[in-house]
């Protein structure tokens, strides 16, 4: 009787100092805590519209060439007051652009609108790259052009 009773007494401990150790720290973010509209956003604009609008929404994704239409440049476009009117282009569509009603809801529509705000805005920050300014000319290359 006497074992039965230190049995139990130690399985208890385990159980409690199991439990104790696998209890998540405040500090880190749960493995199924819901993405922040932000993470959301950016999710969607990668996996649906990236390849045509570009990673800065100047419509100069990898598609956009191998498409018949334009793709329009849509930095600085959207606004508080055209938000809506842009939420309902891309759940329904327009001209060459798909609807997206069946991937994802309004709300969502909204957190990708506004990552693609967010990603137009920061490419226009930034200074241009090499590849748009001309190169300086060298001794080199002076040579040749005289």
Do not use: W
């Amino acid at each position: 009787m006497q074992m039965r009773r230190v049995f139990q007494i130690v399985t208890m401990l385990c159980v409690l100092v199991g439990t104790a150790s696998a209890a998540p720290s405040s500090s880190k973010k749960k493995k199924n805590a819901r993405p922040t509209d932000a993470e959301r956003g950016s999710e969607l604009y990668e996996r649906h519209c990236v390849q045509c609008h570009g990673a800065t929404a100047d419509g100069k994704g990898p598609m956009a060439a191998a498409l018949v239409s334009e793709i329009p440049n849509l930095r600085g476009v959207i606004s508080k007051d055209t938000l809506e009117k842009y939420v309902t282009v891309v759940q329904r569509g327009q001209n060459s652009m798909p609807g997206f009603e069946l991937s994802f809801d309004k709300h969502d529509t909204r957190r990708v609108l506004r990552e693609l705000t967010r990603r137009g805005a920061e490419a226009e920050k930034a200074p241009e790259t090499a590849e748009e300014t001309p190169p300086a000319a060298t001794d080199a290359t002076k040579d040749v052009v005289q």
